[in-house]
Nanobody, 127 residues
Framework: VQLVESGGGLVQAGGSLRLSCAVS????????ISWFRQAPGKERQAVSC????????EYAKSVKGRFTISSDNAKNTVYLQMSNLKPEDTAVYYC?????????????????????WGQGTQVTVSS
């Protein structure tokens, strides 16, 4: 099982970036894919989640309306389109995968839910 993030970089406040999470080694449709982020000195924070099998997307309040999660099942890739970026969005962004059902979907916000993680990609937003 492998998750590989890409697309991070340095951007000015108000700018946009699109992160990608390429997945291999398991049946893509069966898994929920989530994005987390971790800023220096802070705990890892759930950002967004998409589940094709459940048919839902979820967002943290801090990014709702600015970030959009999507998936391309043909490419086994999940995207996180980030717009109107703020300096407080600066962090290492990780994608994670786990099987979630409609009953367990609320657990998407917890790190401990996930067995599989990518290596992370740095996003830096300058003011």
């Amino acid at each position: 099982v492998q998750l590989v993030e890409s697309g991070g970089g340095l951007v000015q406040a108000g700018g946009s970036l699109r992160l990608s999470c390429a997945v291999s080694g398991f049946t893509f449709d069966d898994y929920a894919i989530s994005w987390f982020r971790q800023a220096p000195g802070k705990e890892r924070q759930a950002v967004s989640c998409i589940s094709t099998s459940v048919g839902r997307t979820e967002y943290a309040k801090s990014v709702k309306g600015r970030f959009t999660i999507s998936s391309d099942n043909a490419k086994n890739t999940v995207y996180l389109q980030m717009s109107n970026l703020k300096p407080e969005d600066t962090a290492v962004y990780y994608c994670a995968a786990e099987v979630l059902t409609i009953e367990t979907m609320p657990r998407w916000i917890f790190e401990s839910t996930y067995d599989y993680w990518g290596q992370g990609t740095q996003v830096t937003v300058s003011s």
